[in-house]
């Protein structure tokens, strides 16, 4: 995977964006709604028995004779989940390398920002991935472990729910969605709480396939077999088709809230990750 | 049905690579695409019945095989052996006429060749020639095909009526199928007979006679010049003959349309020679040029065979001839060959050669005063002879031989009959009062001047046969020479040389016809009715049902 120097450092100057945000138990860098002793000030409380008398503001006590202690913000991490779909329909068009490059830079970023990251590869069912990295020292690992994912299968989204551990963070699922009850896995991981991006990898040469005469189809996954006659008009249709089926992928993620964003399987990584930065993307800057 | 080119029909192996990429078609690409939903839904909205697809998928074979059956088809040439057509008769008037110089001979071959070439294939076509003699030339053809070679016309006369009729029972002809077309300048016969010929001025010579007078250099010409055009002509009229004589020309003030005039030409001439008579070249060349024999000054030589004493009668016939005579002419022994121009046998069996047998030895019954009832005065030998009071008082008559002319006959028989070379008298001069006769010494000088050895051979005229000699002789004719044995046929006009055993005999060939010399009043013609279009070639219609097979292939199977 192409991470030089100069993207590293782009991806280093990224953070994982999650709109609802649950963080971990580990101290991080993500602000964190309970209290904590990081250098950000957040008001005064009375003072109450047991309370530690290092945190009482003396200053305080000295201009009006009562006690208050000082209340700073806890800052915790998150937890990423990055699912990426290394099925048999994603060895077309470069689709599972884009898919892979893309769950490598998520990863660096959230690795970078001090988050937790957990990741699996899944086709069927999961056949990679790791839990509770931390650490821009865990990259090299997580990268090569992506690599190293075997890939084939058929896709079954539901391998890509995140494990329980990781199920309150924030879930990033890498995929072509080339399952069609990929609507009812992504609604599923909702429920857990955690906050889900869709990052929806597509290639021109699915929406252009150069084929033309007669044709017997197979799906790569499945098997199954399909005659057509690749006309202009069955050609038109299949795009009509297939427009309208990621469309709706789009419109369900939506409704239900979840980030969603097409990347090309053929665009440079750079363009794919900035693609993500986009308004209601899963990356932001720091 | 029939095939112009049958090997074409190999190509009916072609269906079965038809056949076969239309199985290798059938069997489709196998392609693995990433997910087959999209297709599923796209091909949802076309799906095609089974059953339509099949009958589609063979409704396209079948189209495509007629239509490489309807290809292979009209590559190989389909014609259809029915109906008969008909048999056309081709014929050319080959007479002198049609050589005229306005070209209607070449107008003429140019219209048959293009009614031949726009006959339909089913049609036959034979060329006839209308001569002298009536004839065919070559086989029957096909419509469409090119004519034989044709002669150059320049017969004598064109026997048109002979060349249809020889047409109508040709045998080979396809039974009341046989249509006539004439290309003459006259008028003919014939189903049709187009326009070939337009109205022409033409002069022509048609008669000359050249004859030299008794032992005399002078030659009486006489030329017969006929003005054959619609127009007054003023020709002009050249005569000349030897190697050293200046031509004569003699100018004709003019000649009306049709008149005709005799015109006389005194010629000095010792030598002899051949006359050449010209007028001025017009439409017509054959008939511009006229040639005759003049035979050179000379004395003859004749002997006398007699058994006895040379008859007083002979002798003072012969002496009337004066110096006309060899000086070594004279009396002989009977049986001796000499080599002279006449040899009279008197009462003597004769011996071949020109010669005039006088009572020869005859088994016939002698017959007393044979009364003379005809004697043939426009004979040369007899020319200018009267013979009414002829009395014979014993003769023997003579046979009537085939190829002999009774010259003088009787109730009793011929008293006298002439052979090419020689004459024979059935009564001896004494038995007769000829020698008395004013008529005897001129009947002497005639049989001297016609039976010579080397007199000139009467002239001919074009087409007409010749025997100069028995046998075999040498023929010399514009500067070629060539051996023949038999007749000689006079082809153009001109002269021609005949030699045999040291004897030259000249002939001169004239065309005179006044028939073929009229170019004035050609018939007005019926025009060719213009050649029926001929149906299209079946080859055209299977292409293009080919065409339209493939073009419902395309419009009706494969593009669904």
Request: net charge neutral; aromatic share 6%.
């Amino acid at each position: 995977m192409p991470f030089d120097d100069a993207f590293l450092r782009t991806l280093e100057s990224l953070v994982l964006l999650a709109r609802r945000l649950r963080t971990g138990e580990r101290a991080g860098e993500r602000p964190s709604p309970r209290d904590g002793a990081s250098s950000e000030f957040r008001d005064y409380r009375s003072y109450v028995e047991g309370d530690d008398l290092r945190s009482v503001d003396w200053n305080v006590y000295a201009r009006h004779e009562q006690l208050h202690v000082k209340r700073f913000d806890a800052e915790r991490d998150l937890h990423a989940w990055v699912a990426v779909d290394v099925s048999e329909s994603m060895g077309f068009f470069g689709k599972r390398g884009q898919a892979l490059a893309v769950a490598a830079a998520v990863g660096y970023v959230a690795l970078a920002r001090g988050d937790t990251l957990s990741w699996g590869a899944f086709g069927e069912r999961r056949v990679a991935g790791g839990e509770g990295l931390r650490g821009k020292g865990a990259g090299i690992g997580y990268l090569k472990a992506l690599e190293a994912a075997p890939a084939g299968g058929k896709t079954d989204l539901r391998a890509a729910a995140p494990p329980p551990g990781a199920s309150r963070g924030l879930a990033i699922v890498i995929s072509d969605f080339c399952d069609r009850g990929a609507r009812e896995a992504l609604h599923a991981m909702r429920p857990r709480g955690g906050n889900v991006v869709a990052i929806h990898v597509v290639a021109d040469e699915e929406l252009k396939p150069a084929l033309s005469g007669p044709l017997r189809l197979a799906d790569a996954e499945t098997g199954r077999e399909l005659d057509v006659d690749a006309d202009e008009g069955t050609l038109a249709a299949y795009r009509e088709a297939l427009t309208a089926r990621w469309d709706a992928l789009q419109a369900f993620c939506a409704r239900e809230g979840m980030p969603y964003r097409r990347v090309l399987a053929r665009a440079p990584l750079l363009d794919a990750v900035s693609a993500l930065l986009k308004p209601g993307g899963a990356l932001a800057r720091r | 049905m029939t095939f112009d080119r049958p090997l074409f029909l190999w190509a009916f192996l072609a269906l079965a690579p038809v056949v076969a990429a239309f199985l290798v078609k059938r069997r489709r690409t196998r392609v693995v695409v990433p997910d087959l939903e999209a297709w599923l839904s796209a091909a949802a909205g076309k799906r095609v019945p089974a059953g339509w697809r099949q009958f589609r998928e063979a409704g396209s074979l079948a189209l495509n095989l007629a239509a490489c059956a309807a290809l292979a088809l009209a590559a190989a040439g389909p014609r259809p052996s029915a109906p008969q057509g008909t048999d056309w008769a081709l014929v050319f008037d080959v007479s002198a006429s049609m050589g005229a110089s306005d070209g209607r001979w070449d107008r003429s071959v140019r219209g048959a060749q293009e009614f031949a070439r726009g006959l339909p294939r089913s049609d036959r076509f034979r060329v006839y020639l209308a001569g002298a003699v009536p004839r065919a030339l070559g086989g029957w053809r096909e419509g469409g095909e090119e004519l034989p070679g044709l002669p150059r016309p320049d017969e004598r006369s064109g026997d048109v009526a002979g060349a249809l009729a020889l047409a109508k029972e040709d045998p080979a002809a396809r039974a009341g199928a046989v249509k006539t077309v004439v290309w003459s300048d006259r008028e003919a016969g014939g189903d049709m007979a187009p326009r070939v010929a337009q109205a022409k001025e033409n002069v022509a010579i048609e008669g000359l006679d050249a004859r030299r007078r008794w032992n005399s250099p002078m030659v009486d010409v006489v030329v017969r010049v006929t003005n054959h055009g619609r127009g007054r002509a003023a020709p002009i009229v050249v005569a000349g003959f030897g190697a050293n004589l200046e031509p004569d020309y003699r100018l004709l003030e003019g000649l009306d349309p049709g008149e005709t005039v005799l015109l006389d030409l005194e010629r000095n001439s010792r030598d002899g020679g051949i006359l050449q008579v010209s007028v001025g070249e017009d439409s017509l060349a054959l008939d511009d040029d006229a040639f005759a024999v003049v035979p050179p000054l000379r004395r003859a030589l004749v002997f006398v065979v007699a058994p006895e004493a040379k008859s007083p009668f002979l002798s003072s016939a012969l002496a009337a001839l004066g110096d006309a005579l060899d000086r070594d002419s004279g009396l002989v022994e009977p049986g001796r060959e000499e080599p002279a121009d006449l040899l009279v046998f008197d009462r003597c069996a004769p011996s071949a050669g020109p010669c005039l047998a006088i009572a020869p030895p005859s088994s016939a019954a002698a017959v007393e005063n044979p009364a003379v009832t005809a004697w043939a005065a426009d004979l040369p030998l007899l020319r200018g002879l009267d013979l009414s009071r002829l009395r014979v008082a014993r003769a023997r008559p003579l046979a009537r031989e085939p190829g002999a002319t009774v010259l003088v006959d009787s109730a009793a028989g011929p008293l006298a009959v002439a052979s090419p070379d020689r004459v024979v008298l059935g009564f001896a001069l004494e038995d007769s009062n000829l020698p008395l006769l004013a008529a005897f010494p001129l009947f002497v000088r005639n049989c001297v001047e016609e039976l010579s050895r080397e007199r000139p051979m009467a002239p001919a005229v074009t087409g007409e046969w010749v025997t100069p000699f028995e046998g075999e002789y040498e023929a010399w004719e514009g500067g070629f020479t060539e051996t023949r044995t038999g007749p000689w046929r006079a082809t153009r006009p001109g002269h021609a040389i005949f030699t045999k055993g040291g004897i030259s005999r000249p002939l001169a060939v004239n065309f005179f016809d006044p028939a073929e010399s009229a170019l004035a009043d050609p018939p007005a013609g019926r025009e060719l009715p213009s050649p029926a279009k001929p149906p299209p070639p079946p080859w055209a219609a299977l292409a293009a049902l080919a065409a339209l097979l493939l073009a419902a292939d395309w419009g009706f199977v494969a593009r669904r």
